[in-house]
Each structure stands twice: as structure tokens, then as C-alpha cells.
């Protein structure tokens, strides 16, 4: 493997991730939040992947079934994600009004997805398959990307909402939007894995459907959060 393939591989890696990230820093150019906690965000998302290997490699070995096994690292996945979210990010004095749990939720899920598709694009550059890269970065670009969007979102959303209540009532929110984002990944992946059009239609029918609801969700969540402040003020 060269220095070349992997370089490719680390351009094709974070460039989806990239150009969503793009995106939601536009939906939050009214109150935007400091670039330099931003990037620790999706660092620290993308240190949540080579710890989330092991973990994933063990299930694998030591589980039958394919439907739990693809819980399993739904499970993982989803728990680095918040755990890393949790220790770097969701503390901080920044993280200081309801829509900004969704954005360094996400921020967080496109920095793992960048690190996933490294380790995708890896074996079809390392073969020489450049088209098969393009078609795999596509893919991922428009599902798997996207789906760990949808899934983190669905806990900064748990976050926002329940911003007024008192310490239980964020704990279960907290944990009904993790047990969605499992939830969310696990049918993904169980559709993905099935040979056929349909199954995948099915699949990015799914995450596309929970996405579009999601992004009229923030922006309710924007309205709410800002419709009382002037223009041009945060």
C-alpha cells in the first residue's frame, strides 16, 4: 500500500463528510459555533473508530447470528459516538442553546463516517479499482454517511427537547434517542447486507425519509431557539 492510496483514501474519506458538514454549518450560519470546537468535535469522532474496531472485531467472532452481530456494532457505534460527544464536547460552556446538541452530535458522526470510509476505500484503491472507489464513496456518501448523521441526531434532538426538564427526564430522553439511533443503524445495516434493489431502495428509503424529517425538526428547533432575538444577534 502506498503513500498515494492513502492518500486518496484520506481525501475520499473526509470530503463526503466534508461537504455535509458544510451544509449544516450553513444551516447554523445564524448563531454559529467556534470553529476550533467544530473541529475537536469531528476529531474526536474520528477517534471513536479505531476504538470502536476491536469491539466490533469481538462481536463478530463471538456472536452467530448476523441480525445481532449488525446490533451489535450498531450498538458500538452509536455509544463511542455519544461517549466521545460526552467527554470532549457536550459539557463545554459553548453548547449553550438547544440546537447546538444536534450540531455537535452530527459534527461528531461526520467525523467517524470520514475514518469509515477511509478504511472502504482502502481495499478497492489498494486493487487499483478506482472506479470502484468512486461508486463505493458515492454510496457511502448519500447512505452510510448520512445515516450516521440521522443517528446522532436523533440524540442531540433527545438533548434539545428535553433542555427543560429536570435531571431524569434528560436521562430518559437521552437514552430513548440512543435506543432510536440503534435502532435507526440496525435496520439500515440489516437492509444494506441483503443482495437486491429492493432492500437497498428500502434502506436509503428509510435514512432519507428520517433525514428529511430531522432537518424540519432543526429548523423548528431554530425557530424557537432564536425567534425572539433580533437580527444579526446570537
Not at 6 to 21: D, H, K, N, Q, T
Not at 68 to 95: C, D, N, P, Q, S
Not at 159 to 182: C, Q
Request: hydrophobic content about 55%; overall charge negative.
Amino acid at each position: 500500500m502506498t503513500f498515494t492510496t492513502l492518500g486518496y483514501a484520506f481525501l475520499g474519506g473526509l470530503l463526503p463528510s466534508f461537504i455535509w458538514l458544510y451544509f449544516l454549518l450553513k444551516e447554523d450560519a445564524r448563531c454559529p459555533e467556534p470553529r476550533k470546537l467544530i473541529a475537536l468535535a469531528f476529531v474526536a469522532g474520528m477517534a471513536a473508530v479505531p476504538i470502536a474496531l476491536p469491539f466490533e472485531q469481538y462481536a463478530k467472532d463471538h456472536l452467530t447470528d448476523m441480525t445481532t452481530v449488525l446490533g451489535a456494532w450498531a450498538l458500538i457505534e452509536e455509544v463511542l459516538k455519544y461517549v466521545m460527544a460526552a467527554i470532549f464536547i457536550l459539557w463545554r460552556h459553548a453548547v449553550d442553546e438547544a440546537p447546538d446538541y444536534v450540531i455537535y452530535m452530527i459534527t461528531v458522526a461526520l467525523g467517524f463516517a470520514s475514518a469509515e470510509n477511509m478504511l472502504f476505500l482502502l481495499t478497492p484503491l489498494s486493487d487499483g479499482n478506482i472506479a470502484t472507489s468512486f461508486f463505493t464513496g458515492d454510496i457511502r456518501f448519500l447512505g452510510s454517511t448520512l445515516l450516521h448523521v440521522v443517528a446522532s441526531a436523533s440524540i442531540g434532538f433527545a438533548f434539545a427537547f428535553s433542555r427543560g426538564l429536570g435531571p431524569t427526564g434528560r436521562i430518559l430522553a437521552s437514552a430513548a434517542g440512543l435506543i432510536l439511533a440503534i435502532a435507526l443503524h440496525t435496520a439500515f445495516n440489516a437492509l444494506i447486507i441483503n443482495e437486491g434493489t429492493l432492500p437497498t431502495f428500502a434502506a436509503f428509503f428509510l435514512v432519507w425519509t428520517v433525514a428529511v424529517a430531522f432537518f424540519a425538526a432543526f429548523e423548528v428547533l431554530k425557530y424557537f431557539q432564536y425567534r425572539n432575538l433580533p437580527t444579526n444577534t446570537c
